[in-house]
């Protein structure tokens, strides 16, 4: 019986240390947060100074042992960001530039937090700056996610979709990711895009600088930047929509687009039948 005991003890205390250890990190981390919040005058007075703390307690949550507690510090470390990116007076001064650096932890910790990867593509492709970087962290998501673990998986295609074509002018990895993401919208409940993906997709593989498949990537990416309220964002995917030779509409709340003049567009020589995307509302 007191052998028993003995060998209980010894199973037991190594899962004792582990969980000791990783809540006395969290504590560590939350302590170091309430640090900052006690003194959120420097985010005010030296915003640069704030901004390199927060590099370096962002690079001690990269190397910390979870110890199984992934998904509870990446939803906690998504939180923190929420917080970075919502402080609009201090992010006009420091830039996004710390927003890879949020998503990296987020991503490695929960790759199938489906809801972060629209904040991904908004804040490291368009408010950082870094398109490649966002693309590399939406990776994640695609290796880790799939319809059958979450119906609305497709977006992150759609999402890279969209930054390859508009900010990389990456076409052939755009029209795989739409491709790949008609593949997995089929099957769910909204598998009424399906067509929406795979035009796309055939409209850039004839036509590489299709006017009508820009305009509606950049009226997503509007959509997208109002749902957030990221102004500087709106006004760019405005004057890219301008410039296309588009107008934004709303209608019964859905955000559209109207051509100011008629333009000539390739049709599709493979599928004569199909349906032709047409300006206005997105589906």
Same mark, same amino acid.
Request: proline letters at 7%; aromatic letters at 10%; charged letters at 20%.
């Given at each position: 019986?007191?052998?028993?005991?003995?060998?209980?003890?010894?199973?037991?205390?190594?899962?004792?240390?582990?969980?000791?250890?990783?809540?006395?990190?969290?504590?560590?981390?939350?302590?170091?947060?309430?640090?900052?919040?006690?003194?959120?005058?420097?985010?005010?007075?030296?915003?640069?100074?704030?901004?390199?703390?927060?590099?370096?307690?962002?690079?001690?949550?990269?190397?910390?042992?979870?110890?199984?507690?992934?998904?509870?510090?990446?939803?906690?470390?998504?939180?923190?960001?929420?917080?970075?990116?919502?402080?609009?007076?201090?992010?006009?001064?420091?830039?996004?530039?710390?927003?890879?650096?949020?998503?990296?932890?987020?991503?490695?910790?929960?790759?199938?937090?489906?809801?972060?990867?629209?904040?991904? /593509?908004?804040? @490291?492709?368009? =408010? *950082?700056?870094?398109?490649?970087? !966002?693309?590399? $962290?939406?990776?994640?998501?695609?290796?880790?996610?799939?319809?059958?673990?979450?119906?609305?998986?497709?977006?992150?295609?759609?999402?890279?979709?969209?930054?390859?074509?508009?900010?990389?002018?990456?076409?052939?990895?755009?029209?795989?990711?739409?491709?790949?993401?008609?593949?997995?919208?089929?099957?769910?409940?909204?598998?009424?895009?399906?067509?929406?993906?795979?035009?796309?997709?055939?409209?850039?593989?004839?036509?590489?600088? /299709?006017?009508? @498949?820009?305009? =509606? *990537?950049?009226?997503?990416?509007? !959509?997208?930047? $109002?749902?957030?309220?990221?102004?500087?964002?709106?006004?760019?995917?405005?004057?890219?929509?301008?410039?296309?030779?588009?107008?934004?509409?709303?209608?019964?709340?859905?955000?559209?687009?109207?051509?100011?003049?008629?333009?000539?567009?390739?049709?599709?020589?493979?599928?004569?039948?199909?349906?032709?995307?047409?300006?206005?509302?997105?589906?």
């Amino acid at each position: 019986m007191v052998r028993r005991h003995k060998e209980w003890g010894r199973k037991w205390l190594p899962t004792t240390a582990k969980v000791a250890i990783a809540v006395a990190a969290l504590v560590g981390v939350i302590q170091m947060q309430r640090t900052q919040l006690a003194r959120p005058s420097m985010w005010v007075t030296n915003p640069k100074v704030a901004e390199e703390q927060e590099a370096t307690r962002l690079r001690f949550l990269q190397k910390l042992p979870t110890f199984g507690f992934n998904n509870l510090l990446a939803d906690w470390v998504f939180l923190n960001f929420l917080q970075y990116d919502g402080d609009m007076d201090v992010r006009r001064q420091t830039g996004y530039g710390l927003s890879p650096a949020y998503f990296d932890i987020i991503t490695r910790l929960d790759p199938r937090f489906l809801g972060i990867y629209l904040f991904l /593509s908004g804040s @490291v492709s368009y =408010q *950082a700056g870094q398109p490649e970087a !966002a693309i590399q $962290l939406m990776k994640r998501g695609t290796e880790a996610l799939s319809p059958k673990i979450n119906p609305l998986s497709f977006q992150i295609w759609r999402l890279m979709g969209i930054d390859q074509l508009i900010l990389l002018g990456d076409i052939p990895g755009s029209i795989h990711s739409h491709e790949m993401a008609a593949q997995w919208v089929q099957g769910t409940p909204y598998q009424k895009l399906t067509p929406v993906f795979q035009q796309a997709a055939d409209f850039l593989r004839t036509d590489p600088n /299709s006017v009508l @498949v820009r305009l =509606q *990537a950049w009226t997503d990416v509007y !959509a997208q930047a $109002l749902a957030f309220k990221d102004q500087d964002t709106q006004a760019r995917a405005k004057r890219e929509i301008a410039a296309l030779g588009g107008e934004l509409v709303e209608k019964e709340g859905r955000i559209g687009f109207v051509l100011k003049e008629p333009i000539q567009q390739k049709t599709l020589p493979t599928k004569p039948t199909a349906p032709q995307p047409k300006s206005g509302d997105p589906e």
